[in-house]
């Protein structure tokens, strides 16, 4: 339950409060799962600072209240973008190039896996514990899919489009995964049944 209280705040510490945790949410999207309290408290004021200052700046400029206020979400947005796509990566390459420090603030390898943004996914094989492994030949295929062309769960489960399997040493294609009549067929993998995880990747292509 909201606490009323907080609906009596003046409306430019609601905004503030409410675009601010829109750019952490942005920003950490997939990585927030070992944040604390004040890592959510502080990032969300961080990014609310970007909205007040665009609030004001348009209402010293005459804009209406409305218009004020959607700009001030989008530019809290807007720099939770920057940072995870631009300036994030800068930021830890500086770190690591000036011996500061390696780490990258992120506590396990599975998440990191989300952290990367410069590279797509072109291939997935997952082995699990009771012996199958189960493959996506070609992730592209997949990408206009529901939740395509994969899902990494922060817990370490799997939602993935299979194409091939194998039992023993032999691989067998399944026909069945694209069905025009009933929809594409998707698979989910709970974190414990998966004992191997192989994904293939490259460098993500910028186009103009």
């Known amino acids: ?59 010293y400029a005459e804009i209406n209240i409305l218009a004020a206020s959607g700009a001030a979400a989008i ?22 190039n000036t011996n500061v420090s390696y780490a990258d603030d992120i506590p396990t390898a599975w998440l990191n896996l989300f952290s990367e943004t410069s590279v797509v996914g072109t291939q997935l094989i997952v082995k699990l514990k ?24 922060a817990k370490g489960d799997i939602l993935m489009y299979v194409t091939d399997q194998k039992v023993g040493y032999a691989w067998s294609s399944l026909d069945d995964v694209f069905w025009d009549e009933w929809g594409s067929e998707i698979t989910y993998i709970p974190a414990w049944e998966v004992a191997q995880v192989n994904f293939r990747r490259r460098k993500r292509r910028t186009t103009f």
Do not use: S
Not at 81 to 91: D, T, Y
């Open 75 to 96: 530019a809290a947005v807007l720099m939770g973008a920057i940072w995870r796509a631009c300036l994030r990566p800068v930021f830890y390459n500086i770190m690591q």
């Open 130 to 153: 009771d012996g199958r492994t189960l493959m996506c030949e070609d992730l592209h295929r997949f990408r206009d899919e529901p939740n395509g062309p994969f899902r990494f769960g």
């Open 1 to 59: 339950m909201i606490d009323p209280k907080l609906l009596n705040l003046p409306w430019v510490t609601l905004l503030t409060l409410a675009a601010g945790y829109m750019g952490y949410f942005v920003a950490h999207v997939g990585i927030r799962d070992h944040h604390k309290t004040v890592d959510v408290t502080f990032n969300t004021l961080v990014f609310g600072f970007c909205a007040a200052f665009a609030y004001q700046v348009m209402r």
